[in-house]
């Protein structure tokens, strides 16, 4: 076992630092990067004077905001991660024969992390890539994923995330998303309408492996529309489950 003496304290509290920035969080003052990352605030701003002075970040006197050169630290990842190679040929096409956007992520404890996207229309207010990250329980992909772990583990994550109503529809109470998991589970995709931004929807189906192991999670994200979700689901399902067993013969 690693001893604490052998870990780098202060490269850990720059990791939390960079992680503070998100898509929704993209200029963060130094009281407002310490609050999210939960250190003090003079840690906090050494940790962003170094980034600024490395080239990780830039500096206009009082936000901070990343620059490209931090997608060094994650790029290199996922070009050696198997997952984003094998699925993007097979996103593509996919999107290309329904006309909207596709996407493949992996759970990070509350999040999912984009492994792979093929665009169409925007749907989202925010631009979304490899490497984008958006709450799980109110997301599509995030509650295929959540739905793959056991009973204790999903209400362990679910207490573990900031469950916030992003918008008048979104699901926060804790027994409502465990019984939407168990649902989920059972008919095999996710629905979401209108519980990340208003306007979205989207159905998502797990990814499983040669082994049986969910893996990835596949969605398609499509704009609300007057038809009731279970047309949506008919019209769109199909397609998904048939890429789902078509990368589950080479997924590893």
């Given at each position: 076992?690693?001893?604490?003496?052998?870990?780098?304290?202060?490269?850990?509290?720059?990791?939390?630092?960079?992680?503070?920035?998100?898509?929704?969080?993209?200029?963060?003052?130094?009281?407002?990067?310490?609050?999210?990352?939960?250190?003090?605030?003079?840690?906090?701003?050494?940790?962003?004077?170094?980034?600024?002075?490395?080239?990780?970040?830039?500096?206009?006197?009082?936000?901070?905001?990343?620059?490209?050169?931090?997608?060094?630290?994650?790029?290199?990842?996922?070009a050696t991660m198997p997952l984003p190679r094998i699925v993007q040929p097979v996103l593509d096409k996919l999107s290309e024969d329904i006309g909207h956007s596709t996407s493949v992520s992996i759970l990070d404890e509350t999040e999912i992390v984009y492994v792979a996207r093929a665009s169409q229309r925007r749907v989202m207010s925010i631009s979304l890539m490899p490497g984008s990250r958006l709450p799980a329980y109110c997301t599509s992909m995030g509650r295929v994923l959540l739905a793959a772990l056991n009973v204790p583990d999903r209400r362990a994550t679910l207490e573990r995330s900031d469950l916030r109503s992003r918008t008048p529809l979104t699901m926060t109470d804790i027994d409502a998303l465990l019984a939407e998991l168990v649902e989920s589970s059972e008919r095999g995709y996710a629905v979401i309408d209108q519980e990340v931004e208003m306007g979205l929807r989207s159905i998502a189906v797990p990814l499983i492996n040669i082994r049986g192991q969910v893996v990835a999670a596949l969605n398609v994200g499509l704009p609300a529309s007057a038809a009731p979700m279970d047309d949506v689901v008919e019209r769109f399902l199909p397609s998904l489950?048939?890429?789902?067993?078509?990368?589950?013969r080479m997924l590893v």
């Open positions: 076992m690693v001893g604490e003496r052998d870990l780098m304290s202060g490269l850990a509290k720059g990791l939390r630092v960079v992680e503070a920035f998100s898509a929704e969080h993209p200029r963060l003052s130094i009281s407002q990067a310490a609050d999210i990352a939960g250190l003090d605030r003079a840690t906090t701003r050494r940790c962003l004077l170094t980034l600024n002075e490395l080239g990780y970040a830039a500096y206009d006197g009082k936000y901070f905001t990343v620059t490209p050169k931090v997608l060094r630290l994650g790029t290199g990842c996922l489950l048939s890429v789902q067993s078509e990368l589950g």
